[in-house]
């Protein structure tokens, strides 16, 4: 029954290459947590070829996504209201333009086109892709708070409608702002595990570079102190 | 743009059309070298084609638990020939793609001490039995086919019939034996014309056949005809996948 869940998962569209990319990730993870320990050198050099075959094996995998991101992108032009419909185009049409830069940069690295400037196109792709994530956040940031607008509103009437004076007294101590905030806050986010997902998936995928580098230049820091060289002791 | 996109979604689909370019890369690389095309285009194109080639073996990872699923599913056919046969294909299958999974471990510096050349020849034997396998299959079917199709014939008192009627009075060899050949070669032509997907896959595993025999050195041929039968089976694989019915089933 294992396998065939594996089988079923693969075979479905893009499962091979989310697998491919949570293993890219996991080496990065990996040379990072053991890199510069003593006799690791070996397993380190392993795991970043590891990881330097697996994305230029996506790469090549990911060759046509963009026809899917355009094609995307027209059926957002579709959607019913403004705010989603604008953000979420925007963001299929900027993935498109990321898959595009990933295209060229393919082609570099396979030898095709030798003299193209792959700095310049990863600093575009980077940029795409970063601008495409922040546009799927405000649509779920536009999705939480119409949401959690309705379920105060919803609160209030309620309120108002309730006729036991007791009643009253005990939603008044429940009224507390903040708190009901939360609860309904919770609530939403219980009802909708898709928009959970999505947006928490798209937080960290904005925060995680981030953090690697502040985490890496961290350690760089730490190691530079033990060394002695940060404060020039030698 | 749409059927692009469907079409894509499948992780096959894509895999086939990075084979097609592989196998075109191949015969485009031997084209250019007959033709006297400078050495650095063609090393491009040997280098774009053993991109491909790698890229492939790290998307066919795990592609065993594929195999051995199928496998497990074909020991439930109630044909017993059939089930004999697809169950054994599915097994080599397993097997090929088990040892492309170490190449591709050795290839991308996991395991520098895997014997490339050792376990690339192991890789091939296993593909090619599989293909005899299936070729096996398809002559089964075909024969059975054939056999309904002349025993339909006998019933509707054709000439065919006829023919094999006058075949009982005793008559000189050689014209006797071209006549049948002549006879069995129209029936298997009606039965592979009436019956696409049996046809398409004859085709494939011809044509998949001589990729293994070249590398086996059991019957070496020209890059490009390697390159020529591995492209047209990739073709006739992504014409499968377009037109669902034309995949032979089981």
Redesign the interface.
Known sequence: AA??R??DF??R?????R??RATQYTCMLLSYVIERKADKEELVL?LK??EA??S??RK??RL?NT??A??AARRTTQLPDVVPRVCLTASNLTRALYFVCDTVLWLKS???QPDIDAPKWRNWATKCYYFSLLMNLARDWYEVSWRLEHAVQKEKIKENSSWDKRNQELNCLKCDGLHVFFLLLFQILKNHPPLVLDMVKNLLEVWLPFVYRILSSCKKLHYEFLSGDLLDTK | ??P??RF?????A?ERL?RAAQYGCALAGAALQRNGASAEVVA?VR??EA??S??RK??RL?GS??A??AAKRAIHLSDAVLRFCLTLSHLNRAMYLACDNVLWAGK???APAVDQEKWSQRSFRYYLFALIVNLSRDAYEIRALMEREAGGQRAKGTEAGRQQQQRRRPEAGLQQLGLRLQLELRLLLRVLRGNPPLLLDVLKNACDLFIPLDKLGLYRSSPAFVGLCGLASSVLSILTILHPWLKLKP
């Open positions: 396998m065939e594996f089988v693969t075979d569209s893009q499962g091979r290459e697998l491919l392993k070829q590891l075959s697996m230029s094996g090549m995998f046509g026809v899917h355009l094609v396979v030898g095709l | 743009m749409e692009w996109v894509s979604a499948q992780s096959q894509r990075l491009r280098q774009l991109h491909l790698l890229g790290l998307l795990g638990a594929d051995l699923e991308a510096g996991l």
